[in-house]
């Protein structure tokens, strides 16, 4: 019970009381959360806007969701934690089947897309070896930080911390 009582006192901390709530997502220290069946419909979306549409037609949410998406799957063997990145060992959470079909459609696309990005947008290289897009604010591989991905949840653990953000929220009006 005591380390139940101290995780949610952790968690309470971290949660911002005052932030947008969107399509079922919100946001906890930086990251912006979904449930692993919102992410699963955001990835076939964004696979589907690169198979059928020219990217003159691709809105920058969009590609900025596109962007999260690709960093989000490469990065599923990854743990970002204080700003630290830790590989973990053996296979990634978001491999095979709708995944596939999305990094096929990044692959089939790559070299276009990337260069129609740097074209569309203004970019610096970003210290960690990725492309940073100034007006979309996000980072494209490389070294990329918790707003360049997407955190996915369950949806036990999402409504723990809705319960938890609404606590907060009572506590402090």
């Known amino acids: 019970m005591l380390k139940l009582s101290f995780f949610a006192i952790i968690l309470l901390l971290g949660i911002d009381c005052h932030a947008q709530k969107k ?13 692993l069946s919102n992410f699963n419909t955001l990835v076939d979306t964004c696979t589907s806007i690169l198979e059928t549409k020219k990217f003159s037609d691709i809105s920058d949410s969009d ?12 990065y599923s063997h990854v743990i970002i934690a204080n700003d ?4 973990l060992h053996g296979k990634r959470r978001f491999e095979g089947g ?7 459609a990044i692959d089939v696309n790559n070299a276009y897309y990337d260069r129609e990005m740097s074209k569309k947008y203004k970019w610096a290289m970003s210290s960690g070896l990725g492309l940073y897009f100034e007006k979309l604010k996000i980072q494209a591989g490389g070294r990329v930080e918790r707003r360049d991905v997407f955190k996915v949840l369950n949806e036990e653990e999402i409504r723990f911390l809705l319960a938890l953000q ?8």
């Open 98 to 104: 709708r995944y596939a079909r999305f990094d096929s």
């Open 84 to 87: 630290t990145i830790a590989f």
């Open 23 to 35: 399509k079922n997502t919100i946001d906890f220290k930086g990251y912006k959360i979904l449930t």
């Open 63 to 74: 590609n900025i969701n596109i962007i999260k998406c690709s960093n989000t799957i490469f």
């Open 166 to 173: 609404c606590l907060q929220c009572s506590l402090f009006f």
